[in-house]
């Protein structure tokens, strides 16, 4: 059977070159006769996998020496808490809310201490990037929070938000690795790999080291972002397999020219189907245009049989999960690194079908 053009919001598409090397390493990985699968985290075949794949991603991303890289377990949703009960020092920190998964750190935060949320696009279905150029942000707030690419409603920052001096946490999971990062601007970023870089279960976390307490009474062991850095990633088994997959993805996004690279392909993909869609008389983009991802471009034609209609079909000619999330409705395209421009040309042309078909 033909692979079809996935476009999952995560577990999302993968290089097909990645996946061909993973295939073709499953039984015997570099000559030691086992799979990666089976091998033992405290042995120095994974070391050099997991040395090798950290070593990348900072060579990827320009990351700083003073910053820690880890590779962890428990989702962005554990790391909501986690994120909180180790940077937060005074128990409060400010959030702004522009979907639902800033929304769901920021309530994390309410459980553990004292989260305002100090802007936020709900008021508009989260369909835009709320103005953050003078947030009221508290003077005793340890940092403020952002969701920087909102895999659901399809909106991206186009500019950070003015920190007033203050640390900047971003969750960047659906957007990165996709353009250059200055890390410098961050205190903190956490991603969950399955939406651009590898396979579910396993998030990175990038931390200034300074920001990383000595000591947190009463925080479980493993919450603990020093527990982690101090036993490199490998203070309980970790998910080897995904840390394996993420280092191939981290090899073939700098054999394509890096970030600098795959940011001007995404920017020319997307414009592919944000063109087709302002043009289009029967599709419409649910985003405001200075605030559209460059992953994640949800659409709708106003009727719901339609949308439905369009996602059955669109299935049997190989465009696969393109149905919008529950909470939205219509229709999303995930076009993450791995999904080639062909992809998208190929949807571009079953719309304009569809379209013609139901004039």
Not at 33 to 54: L, N, P, T, W
Not at 120 to 145: G, H, K, M, T, V
Not at 147 to 175: R, W
Request: net charge negative.
């Amino acid at each position: 059977m033909a692979r079809v053009y996935n476009f999952s919001a995560g577990p999302a598409v993968l290089p097909e070159e990645v996946l061909r090397q993973c295939a073709d390493e499953m039984l015997d990985y570099a000559g030691c006769g086992m799979s990666v699968m089976e091998m033992s985290h405290r042995s120095s075949v994974f070391q050099k996998i997991i040395d090798d794949a950290e070593a990348d991603l900072r060579d990827l991303m320009g990351i700083p020496e003073n910053y820690k890289v880890i590779f962890v377990q428990g989702g962005d949703s554990l790391l909501f808490s986690t994120v909180f009960m180790n940077l937060a020092a005074n128990g409060k920190a400010d959030y702004v809310i522009t979907g639902n998964w800033a929304k769901k750190a920021f309530q994390e935060a309410q459980i553990l201490g004292d989260a305002v949320a100090v802007a936020s696009s709900a008021d508009r279905n989260f369909s835009y990037i709320p103005d953050c150029s003078d947030l009221p942000i508290r003077e005793d707030a340890s940092y403020l929070y952002i969701c920087e690419n909102n895999t659901i409603y399809g909106t991206k920052f186009g500019e950070l938000p003015n920190t007033k001096g203050h640390v900047l946490v971003a969750d960047q999971s659906s957007m990165f690795l996709s353009e250059p990062v200055d890390v410098t601007r961050y205190g903190l970023i956490h991603a969950g790999v399955q939406k651009n870089v590898g396979p579910a279960g396993v998030q990175i976390v990038i931390v200034r080291e300074d920001l990383v307490p000595d000591d947190l009474p009463g925080v479980p062991t493993m919450l603990r972002l020093k527990t982690q850095i101090g036993a490199g990633s490998l203070y309980n088994t970790p998910n080897c397999w995904g840390i394996y997959v993420c280092g191939k993805v981290f090899k073939w996004i700098e054999k394509n020219g890096g970030l600098a690279a795959m940011g001007e392909r995404n920017a020319e993909k997307a414009a592919l189907l944000y063109d087709f869609l302002d043009e289009s008389d029967l599709f419409s983009s649910t985003v405001e245009p200075r605030d559209r991802s460059l992953m994640n471009v949800p659409f709708v034609t106003g009727d719901k049989e339609l949308d439905a209609e369009f996602v059955a079909e669109a299935a049997k000619a190989g465009l696969v999960n393109l149905k919008g999330h529950r909470s939205v409705g219509g229709m999303r395209a995930s076009i993450y690194n791995a999904m080639p421009r062909e992809g998208v040309e190929a949807l571009v042309g079953f719309m304009k079908d569809f379209e013609l078909a139901h004039r």
